[in-house]
């Protein structure tokens, strides 16, 4: 299977504290891979690194995207390019609507003008994968929108702008169980139409057990200190992560 992203030796500094070392981790097209590790372990700055994130600097090492050097390049290249991040808390933006804010997205990443008719058909269907009521679609982007929904409002995005890598970054947090049966559904159904990679980063088994894990990798210390098929996810889920970081 070939290769879709690949962070070579990957060190990350933000405010003058190196966050992430020499961290290293290849994604195959279609693969989804699991990233664990302990609060602070550096996790959400890796995602937000491959995402391009102008609040970390890149001290050391590089990051390939089907075979190309998108070490230097803005968030918006990499978005283009098929690079998708949800994020832990989503932000609130008062004054466009999720229809609005998800339609001009996908107009900036294909480049063509996209019909309301055409945009409003596969919101719809969108929605209804999530169980979303409709009128979401007028609300501001996140605005009063509880924890959930925001979460729900992410996924929904996941499957409007279908990318070709999307990063899901702590997705689960704080959801309930029916909420993340809901996500995982959205998730799954993302994987089943347009087959991308996924990188997960999760505490969470529930939004696991749905997916057919490739490779998980656990990162301490800013460092990914261990690697494994799907089942280590399982087992640290299990056993909690000292015996694998111990003496690291």
């Known amino acids: ?16 504290k190196e966050l992430l070392h020499e961290a290293s981790l290849t994604v195959g097209e279609g693969e989804t891979h699991v990233l664990m ?26 990051i ?8 230097e390049e803005t968030a918006d290249k990499r978005a283009r390019r098929g690079i998708f991040l949800s994020f832990q808390n989503p932000v609130e933006i008062p004054g466009i609507t999720l229809s609005e804010f998800l339609r ?9 003008r996209i019909k309301l008719f055409e945009h409003k058909k596969e919101l719809a269907k969108a929605m209804a994968v999530l169980d979303m009521d409709p009128s979401y679609g007028d609300r501001e982007l996140n605005v ?7 979460k729900k409002a992410e996924i929904l995005q996941l499957l409007m702008l279908k990318p070709r890598l999307a990063i899901l970054d702590e997705t689960d947090s704080g959801l309930d169980v029916d909420a993340v049966k809901t996500v995982s559904k959205g998730i799954e ?3 089943r139409s347009v087959s991308g990679s996924l990188l997960i980063i999760t505490h969470n088994a529930k939004i696991l057990e749905e997916l057919n894990v490739d490779k998980t990798h656990i990162l301490s210390g800013g460092r990914i200190v261990r690697e494994g098929s799907g089942a280590l996810a399982a087992e640290v889920l299990e056993s909690g992560f000292e015996k694998y970081i111990d003496g690291v």
């Open 1 to 16: 299977m070939s290769e879709l992203l690949k962070t070579d030796k990957l060190t990350v500094c933000a405010e003058g």
């Open 37 to 62: 590790g302990p609060n602070g372990a550096g996790k959400s700055t890796l995602g937000c690194t491959v995402m391009g994130s102008p609040e970390y600097s890149i001290t050391g090492g590089r």
């Open 64 to 71: 390939f995207f089907d075979g190309e050097d998108i070490t």
């Open 104 to 112: 001009n997205a996908a107009e900036q990443l294909t480049g063509r």
């Open 144 to 150: 009063g929108f509880s924890g959930g929904e925001k």
């Open 189 to 191: 159904e993302y994987r």
